[in-house]
């Protein structure tokens, strides 16, 4: 009889100090800070914050300011674009339900190979087509040249709207009606960037009688 109580009582004092030595997972933690540049301080927005092994955490607003509801023990991961991901381990032996964070994020440069562009795929592309290249001779022949854009240029500005710049304008004026719906449209009688273009449009010659 006296044996079977004392292997009770050993029993008893070994499951006490075995719970005592395993961590209280069941503790959750409200966990929170900011996530900060190491080098200059400031704030690293929209940081992904993960706790490792499982799919639970947040992000960073655009402060840096994150909050969320852990367990002591855990392994939370801080990963963002340009910069290292780094772990913090949260204390197990917390005796309180929060705990804040300044994390400190180095940052992850990058150097990628160079990368050059050419209007040709190869060099024999190239040659071919500065061979055929049709430069002009002489100041004459450049000045013929530049004269036919400009001539052809004043010859647009007199062609009528395309259906499409006619379309274009008719929905701007639509636009405007809509935005000046129920008030009074500006008036650029006491405009003075109107009357700078007005001055400005009469000295040019471009105000005729049709």
């Known amino acids: 009889m006296y044996k079977?109580?004392?292997?009770?009582?050993?029993?008893?004092?070994?499951?006490?100090?075995?719970?005592?030595?395993?961590p209280k997972r069941h503790q959750l933690v409200s966990f929170s800070g900011i996530a900060l540049e190491k080098q200059s301080l400031q704030p690293v927005p929209f940081t992904a914050i993960i706790i490792k092994g499982t799919s639970h955490g947040t992000i960073c607003d655009y402060s840096g300011y994150y909050s969320f509801v852990a367990q002591p023990g855990d392994t939370i991961e801080f990963s963002a674009i340009g910069y290292r991901?780094?772990?913090?381990?949260?204390?197990?032996?917390?005796?309180?339900?929060?705990?804040?964070?300044?994390?400190?994020?180095?940052?992850?440069?990058?150097?990628?190979?160079?990368?050059?562009?050419?209007?040709w795929p190869?060099?024999?592309s190239f040659v071919e087509a500065f061979k055929r290249l049709d430069l002009p001779d002489n100041d004459m022949d450049r000045a013929k040249r530049n004269l036919a854009?400009?001539?052809?240029?004043?010859?647009?500005?007199g062609f009528p709207i395309d259906p499409q710049s006619s379309f274009m304008n008719s929905m701007q004026q639509e636009n405007n009606k809509l935005y000046y719906a129920g008030q009074y449209p500006p008036n650029n009688l006491l405009n003075p960037i109107a009357w700078a273009q007005f001055i400005q449009a009469w000295k040019a010659g471009e105000l005729k009688v049709q």
Request: charged letters at 25%; hydrophobic letters at 40%.
């Open 85 to 119: 991901m780094s772990p913090y381990f949260i204390p197990d032996t917390l005796s309180t339900d929060r705990y804040s964070l300044i994390h400190l994020m180095d940052k992850d440069t990058a150097n990628l190979k160079e990368v050059k562009i050419y209007p």
């Open 149 to 157: 854009l400009a001539q052809r240029k004043a010859q647009m500005e």
């Open 4 to 22: 079977f109580r004392y292997l009770v009582v050993a029993l008893l004092l070994l499951t006490v100090s075995f719970s005592n030595a395993q």
């Open 122 to 124: 190869s060099k024999e």
